[in-house]
């Protein structure tokens, strides 16, 4: 199935496909181009022979069906018309339709009244035709006369048997001219397209490794970040605030000093609730699938300061690998993160729904919400960054939006 599905594959089917259709196409062009040829053929020989035949003086005697005049105007007619090739049967017609004369001796006598076109062809001196599929034949008439001026029909049939044949000789030289250059630029341009379409797979593989190294890079980074900032500044602040609020307690301190003491401990712990906040978003500490609900409601806590009402709910999550739950809580760092920023929402739910086939995160908020079609500004990837790393964890993400009616951010991982 993989081979079915590469490029190269792809592209040169499409290819053969393309040159049958052209090659199916060229053969019905050049059947009916042999037919038409045919048709044409008819219509310039038939008023040949309607001169040939008129030059013979059709006498009265013939056209009142007098059996010696048959014969004596049967041996000339087939003298003059013998150079003639390609035609099945000629015939004379009488204005009522009846034979008057035929190649075709069984013919003669028969008849039956003219059609509109065969009259109007008889009441002029055009050519006209008629093609009989069915029975392989394209019938031409035209008008002749008389020796005494009376308008007879001349009708001539020719057999399309030579039709296939002829078509077959208009293909090869059209195929000989033009199929093989086809062929070879159909085989040109697919490998052309295959060598860049491989440039560009290539491409794109490499711009995800080198988006995945800057997150990994960036992660790194973060967790450096987190880790000085826990354990030199937050230590310090917690010392700082248990100093304050033990010199509270304490009984020689002045009663003036401890309002002041109180607020300032209270100050603190603030501070280092708003810290530890902060470091949960640069990297939160046990981001492992029994630590996603902690993680979560530490990402969302900065949404209060914002007069956002935020809910956490997670069920299922042990189901995720690590690295999904790396994605599942990066996917919802940028969403949670968005949502606070630019949402101007009153509310923020954050959920994960997990059972022995997928784990889904949705981070709904009901802010002004945004165009998901319109381009982004240069050098902001936010979550559409993310989308390779989601796909590569097995995952699909979708961003759904539109202005006043809030954003969903709903992501699923395949668990394996």
């Known amino acids: ?37 045919a048709i044409a053929e008819a219509t310039r020989t038939t008023p040949l022979l ?55 001796a069984r013919l003669i006598g028969l008849g039956e009244p003219l059609d509109d076109d065969r009259r109007a062809t008889l009441a002029s001196a055009r050519t006209s035709f008629q093609l009989r599929e069915s029975e392989h034949l394209v019938e031409t008439y035209t008008r002749i006369r008389a020796a005494d001026g009376t308008p ?6 020719y057999p399309l048997t030579d039709v296939e044949s002829r078509s077959q000789e208009i293909f090869s030289s059209f195929r000989l001219v033009t199929i093989g250059p086809l062929a070879l630029l159909v085989i040109i341009v ?32 973060r967790r450096r970040i987190a880790r000085d900032l826990h354990d030199g500044v937050v230590q310090d602040l917690a010392g700082t605030a248990f100093s304050i609020s033990a010199l509270e307690r304490e009984p020689g301190t002045p009663h003036e000093a401890r309002s002041t003491l109180a607020t300032a401990g209270s100050s603190l712990r603030d501070g280092l609730k708003a810290l530890r906040s902060l470091l949960a978003e640069i990297h939160p500490p046990d981001l492992h699938p029994e630590g996603l609900a902690a993680a979560l409601a530490d990402l969302t806590a900065p949404a209060a300061t914002a007069d956002i009402a935020a809910s956490v709910s997670v069920e299922g999550a042990e189901f995720a690998s690590v690295p999904q739950t790396a994605a599942l809580w990066r996917v919802a760092q940028e969403a949670v993160r968005n949502a606070i920023r630019h949402s101007q929402a ?38 559409r960054g993310l989308r390779s790393l989601v796909r590569d964890s097995g995952g699909r993400m979708e961003v759904r939006s539109s202005p006043g009616e809030g954003t969903t951010v709903h992501m699923e991982v395949d668990v394996r």
């Open 190 to 221: 697919t490998l052309m397209l295959s060598l860049l379409t491989r440039q560009l797979t290539r491409a794109g593989h490499e711009r995800e490794r080198l988006l995945q190294v800057a997150i990994d890079a960036s992660d790194a980074e």
């Open 152 to 157: 007879l029909l001349l009708e001539v049939s």
């Open 346 to 383: 009153s509310t923020l739910a954050v959920t994960v729904r997990g059972d022995a086939r997928r784990v889904a995160l949705e981070v709904v908020d009901d802010g002004v919400g945004f165009d998901v079609d319109a381009p982004r500004e240069e050098g902001h990837f936010g979550l």
């Open 1 to 37: 199935m993989r081979y079915l599905r590469s490029p190269v594959t792809v592209f040169l089917v499409v290819g053969v496909l393309t040159f049958v259709a052209i090659v199916l196409g060229t053969q019905n062009l050049a059947a009916r181009a042999a037919t038409d040829e």
């Open 50 to 104: 309607g001169q040939f035949v008129q030059r013979l003086r059709i006498p009265r005697s013939l056209i009142n069906l007098k059996p010696g005049a048959i014969d004596r105007f049967d041996k000339v007619a087939r003298q003059r018309v013998r150079g003639v090739e390609g035609f099945d049967t000629l015939s004379v017609r009488r204005g009522d339709g009846s034979v008057i004369y035929s190649t075709n």
